[in-house]
């Protein structure tokens, strides 16, 4: 039980809090830059090797490309169905052999990432099938390369929907870093545990949900408003 | 210019395989407006569609500005693709650009550098009538505006050659109007092959050199409008002057004559009342402008012996006339 009268309570618990979402946005950020690369990447993926995708037939061999893109499949539905507390856990070996401990703020980006990508990865795909196949087929008839068409057609013209979905995903991984924090991963949910939990502070549980409440509010607004400009919402972009 | 010979295409599809391009040899030439006509179905689309092998045939070749499409690889048919201009009836441009931005797009596929993509596609935008919208995005444009985009992407590459799948299909009488005087503009003055695809015969009537009519996959039907109309049994030519149904009830033979040039059009019916006494009335006439050619059909009624009318017909036929009967007296 903490003295929640003594003068120095209020000050203390700025301070860790102010720390604690230090620490969330840290691990938030770089799982999210990872997330949204390695995920990209894995959604174009799943995409184009598929039937009648442009690379359904990499090297010439469409074995290959039946292969890599199930093995893809496979591994998003594992990733996706496993409840992320117990990813977290038996993630525990891979991330102390990656980052050297399994336990701080740096090792929660581990099981982070690695719950997030394929998440993420489902919504690219998701994203990039919205995308007419008429605008690839201009882009093929203009002469386009496949990663042309990639990076000037599909991603591009998913742009919106890329957005709100990395949006989603990052507000999951606002979520999901709270839960490391039951690991000792650091971060707001670790503060909430350790003083709200098991010290019964009130006013430690209060302050780091509303706290997460406005992290996720922001997140979600930044994303609205720039799928919203892709969109043409806004004002045209200046090049 | 263009050439397709014995070009076959067959779709495996649920329902079994289905032939959509049988046999098909067409000739474009350099410069000509050619229209492919038919039905849904007929396989217009894939006809198109294999001239710059977006679809590939099953057999038979194609041959653009003295190339074979069918031998390229996949690099030097990138690059044979960038001199075959092509627009489609949905338009399909980038909508997460901007009117300049999708005419960039294709000048940075051919590696054109910064600033001369900026001078190109501001010359390509005038060329179009577009320059007042370059900054606007595709959303706030009409759908005559998004065709102009769509035909100043296809000119980005400098083609000779200009597909066009519907191109007007989804505008309104004007616009379509519009855009097929564009297209026609291009021809006179950048020299452009265009290879066009509709379901309108007046898109053919308005625009077009020479036609091709297409059914289940063949091509039933073709040739320079100016010889097909004096074809008598022509379908196109059927299309190009709607006359409309034959009077019923009466038994008397009606026949067709096709003019081109109308002045020849007065002797004819004066003549034929005159030397052959007989006693014409005119049921219809429609005239059109074909291949540039003031192009006339009229159909006129001839009561009479049938000895006076055979006799009649073969002396229009004798002086150069296309004259089909399209009815006889019993
Ligand atoms: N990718 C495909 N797979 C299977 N069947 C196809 C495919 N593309 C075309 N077909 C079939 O080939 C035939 C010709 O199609 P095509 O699109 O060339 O017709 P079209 O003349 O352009 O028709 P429309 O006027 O409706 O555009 C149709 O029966 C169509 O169903
Ligand atoms: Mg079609």
């Known amino acids: 039980m903490i003295d929640e009268t003594d003068p120095e309570f209020w000050p203390t618990l700025w301070a860790n809090v102010g720390e604690a979402t230090l620490e969330t946005l840290y691990q938030v950020s770089v799982t999210m830059l990872l997330t949204a690369l390695i995920g990209l990447a894995v959604g174009v993926l799943l995409v184009v090797t598929d039937r009648g995708g442009m690379l359904e037939a990499p090297f010439g061999s469409r074995a290959f490309g039946r292969g890599l893109n199930w093995v893809l499949q496979v591994v998003v539905n594992l990733g996706r169905s496993i409840p992320f507390i117990i990813l977290m856990i038996a993630l525990i070996p891979f991330t102390r052999w990656i980052v050297g401990t399994a336990f701080s703020v740096t090792a929660a980006i581990v099981p982070l990432a690695i719950a997030a990508i394929p998440f993420f990865a489902r919504i690219v795909e998701i994203a990039l099938r919205e995308v007419p196949a008429g605008l690839m087929e201009a882009g093929s008839s203009i002469g386009a390369t496949k990663w042309q068409l990639v990076s000037k057609v599909l991603i591009p013209e998913a742009g919106p929907a890329l957005v709100l979905g990395l949006t989603t995903t990052a507000v999951s991984v606002v979520n999901f870093s709270a839960i490391v924090g039951v690991i000792g991963g650091g971060g707001l949910g670790d503060l909430a545990i350790r003083y709200g939990h098991q010290r019964y502070s009130t006013p430690y549980i209060i302050v780091v949900v509303v706290v997460l409440v406005v992290i996720v509010t922001l997140i979600q607004a930044a994303g609205n408003r720039m799928a919203m400009r892709m969109r043409g919402g806004g004002p045209a972009r200046t090049r | ?330």
């Not at chain 2, 067959?10 to 350099?30: C, K, N």
């Not at chain 2, 217009?44 to 074979?68: F, H």
Request: proline fraction near 3%; include cysteine.
């Open chain 2, 1 to 330: 210019m263009i050439e397709l010979a014995g070009v076959s295409k067959t779709f495996a599809s649920r329902s079994g395989a289905v032939r959509a391009l049988d046999d098909v040899s067409l000739t474009v030439e350099r410069g000509q407006i050619y229209g492919v006509i038919g039905r849904s179905g007929a396989g217009k689309s894939t006809l198109i569609r294999t001239v710059n092998m977006l679809e590939a045939p099953d057999s038979g070749t194609i041959t653009v500005d003295g190339v074979d499409m069918t031998s390229l690889g996949e690099e030097e048919l990138r690059v044979a693709r960038q001199r075959i201009g092509m627009v489609f009836q949905h338009f399909n441009l980038l909508n997460s650009r901007t009117v300049r931005g999708n005419v960039e797009f294709a000048l940075e596929v051919y590696g054109v550098a910064k600033a001369e993509r900026a001078r190109r596609s501001a010359e390509i935008l005038e060329l179009v009538g577009l320059t007042e919208k370059a900054d606007a995005r595709i959303a706030e444009l009409s759908g005559g505006q998004k065709q102009r985009v769509g035909i100043a992407r296809a000119l980005a590459g400098n083609p000779s050659v200009l597909l066009s799948d519907e191109a007007t299909s989804a505008l309104d009488p004007d616009t379509t109007e519009e855009i097929l005087g564009l297209l026609r503009s291009l021809r006179d003055e950048l020299g452009l092959t265009i290879l066009l695809i509709t379901h309108e015969m007046d898109v053919v009537k308005s625009l077009c050199d020479a036609a091709a009519l297409m059914r289940d996959g063949r091509v039933v039907e073709h040739g320079l409008l100016t010889d097909l109309v004096m074809r008598p049994e022509s379908e196109l030519s059927d299309g190009l002057f709607p006359l409309g149904e034959l009077p019923e009830g009466r038994d008397t033979t009606v026949i067709e004559i096709t003019f081109v040039g109308l002045a020849s059009q007065e002797p004819v019916i004066t003549r034929l009342a005159r030397t052959h006494e007989l006693d014409v009335s005119l049921l219809g006439a429609a005239i059109e402008t074909l291949g540039g050619k003031q192009t006339g059909r009229t159909r006129l009624e001839l009561p009479g012996s049938p000895a006076a009318i055979t006799a009649a017909v073969e002396d229009l036929r004798a002086q150069g006339l296309s004259v089909r009967v399209v009815r006889e007296a019993s």
